[in-house]
């Protein structure tokens, strides 16, 4: 595995080209949710990997949402960002922009969970409680279900990705509540 970059210089990337605080937010909830991942999945020696993944994924998105995947290779070497760091970024919007294909466990992870997080979290805030803490899978499904609610949150790319890691949807849509669930605390401290 190539050196990578540190998740300080990973962080000052990210918001060299984020200031929307939902895009930063998304980025360390993302971050966050392949850190767990990493450890739950057997990867713990290659957590910071998986994360900085998480963190950059959208490192292009607000500034060239049009070019999503597209610039980032470009923004992503300037920062000093390795190759094998670029390809499993771009693996995230396979099928959307790009034909880099989730090949290794971690990009086919980050593919099916990007989109989710982003349904998780919208689900969230329509709780009083504003958090995923408690939150439970039977209340997600019913929020999943409804086409409406977060209509930006590609089912067919969640459902996509659960195909590729071979696992049943309710799994996927517990395991990153789960994830959510354990890192919403350092993300909300980190997002202020």
């Given amino acids: ?3 990578h970059i540190s998740r300080e210089a990973a962080l000052e990337l990210l918001k060299k080209y984020n200031k929307d605080p939902f895009h930063l937010h998304h980025a360390l909830t993302v971050e966050g949710v392949m850190r767990w991942y990493a450890k739950q999945l ?7 990997f998986w994360g900085i993944v998480g963190m950059l994924h959208d490192i292009d998105f607000e500034m060239y949402p049009e070019e999503h995947c597209i610039k980032a290779p470009e923004l992503l070497r300037e920062g000093g960002v390795g190759e094998e760091m670029i390809h499993a970024i771009c693996s995230h919007a396979y099928g959307m922009h ?8 971690m990009e086919k992870v980050l593919f099916t969970t990007d989109e989710l997080t982003g349904l998780i979290g919208a689900a969230a805030l329509m709780r009083p409680s504003k958090s995923v803490q408690d939150m439970e899978l039977k209340s997600l499904k019913k929020k999943y279900k409804v086409k409406a ?3 930006g949150c590609s089912r067919e790319v ?10 049943p949807l309710d799994e996927v849509l517990q395991k990153t509540l789960d994830a959510m669930k354990a890192c919403e605390a350092i993300v909300a401290e980190e997002s202020l």
């Fill in 158 to 167: 969640i459902e996509q990705g659960a195909e590729m890691l071979g696992w």
């Fill in 1 to 3: 595995m190539e050196k």
């Fill in 42 to 48: 057997g990867f713990a020696d290659e957590e910071d």
């Fill in 149 to 151: 609610f977060a209509a």
């Fill in 98 to 105: 790009v034909d880099v294909k989730p090949e290794h466990l």
